[in-house]
């Protein structure tokens, strides 16, 4: 077990840049769903084929959720939310193709996608609400407890992109592990685990972006319903 | 573990990347594949809900022109049942005049039935009492009885008018003189001779007289001139009863 197995190498410079295997993986995985969407987006039909039933499928659950969660923002949060959901399936399964490691278990990767999210609560919370109203809700329910409040943003946005980073970062190790001790066959109970885990943790980092980004729209929201609807 | 700032940077750019992407490629085609068909949907559902509306403005008008027959179907079966009642009234109106007519006729036919029995019954009364009076009178005739009502004859023969005189006189001419007296007993010859004098004095000539017994007739004597007779015997008197009062009857 070198390095390189911990942490993603550095394949090529570009000017100041380092480009990692990390970097290339997401190149690929990007590339890899703009060219499916463009080939969706070309046969789309009235009367889906099963190709489209599966992608209106996923569309459509997706939509469920955050409407579950924001039910006046779905369209605001979709792109962002969605394409958090996509990629990190698309992502944390992508480790399980042999001499490719997911850019999830890069902790650059998962803190760039935590600070994206901390990012997005208050663009969304901004641009929803104002600067002013926004900010107001940090001093709610008593500006004694701001610090924490202040505190709890960035404790929640380190543990979204360590959690991330760990799960996948030990399950890859894990799998690594088992096949170097018990051989070839040993590690596919470890792959079933692994997919599932994808797909759970993807899951969670997405759904605990949507309930934040939720959270920064609706604070005041909520704060001035209760103020005119006591008993609510 | 350790952050590596380029990853991080190039990272955060590959995102937003892949937001746009999906969002110009995946999310929104298929909300706009969605959103037509939902609209498909709409407006088959707008142009079913509006066959359902036209279908009940039908199903309204046909009701309401069903609710119109039978009003009319009521009202034809309301004059037909009056036409039927006038009908059977009126019927009923001359079967009663028809009935009364032959109830009348029926009880005149009755009446004339029962006078003509009480005739029948009145004749046969008096032919059973002429019957019983003569079976009576039988018995109790005899020749002083016939001697009475030869004496009775011989009487009447002096009161004859004279139109009838003359009459019995032209019967007498013409059957000879002869003049034919029946008895219901054998005539001693002294009473023959008497009426034999008798009757010449009547006709005014000589007179042969042939007597002859008749039991019918019970008691009494029969003179025949021609077609002219005389009597004066209990059988003729007794008919002569009988016709009297049946023709009493009859009126």
Redesign the interface.
Known sequence: MNQSE???A?LFRLG?????G??VT??AI?AV??LA??L??RR???Q?GRV?TV??GV??AMEDAIRAVAPDHVQLL???V??LW??LVVANLSGLIPGVHS?TR????T???A??VFLSVHWFGIRNQGLKRYLRHYLSPSPILLPFTLISEVTRTVALAVRLFGNIMSLEMTALLVLLVAGFLAPIPILMLHIIEALVQAYIFGMLALIYVAGGLQSQQLKEQRQENPRA | ????????????L??????W???????K???E??A??QQ?IEARVAEAEKMRSDAQQLQQQYEGRQAGWENERQQAREVLQKEIKDTRARLEDELQESLQQQRQRAEVVAQRQRREQLRQLEQQAVEQGGEFAARLLQQSAGPDLESRLLALLLDSLGKVSTEQLNELREAAQKNAQVVEVASAFPLPSHQRDEIASALAELLEGQVDCHFVEAPELIAGLRIAIGAWVLGANVRDELHGFSQLESTSAND
Do not use: C
Request: charged residues 15%; hydrophobic residues 60%.
């Open positions: 911990i942490v993603a550095v100041p840049l380092e480009i990692t990390t970097v997401t190149w990007i769903l703009a969407s463009w969706l987006s789309l039909q009235r889906p489209q992608a209106e569309e459509m979709l792109p962002f969605g394409s996509i990629f850019p890069d902790l650059s990767a803190a760039a996608l600070i994206l | 573990m350790e952050l590596n700032w380029s990853t991080f940077l190039l990272e955060i590959n995102f937003l990347v892949l937001v992407i999906l969002k110009r490629f995946f999310y085609p298929l909300q594949v969605i037509r068909r498909e």
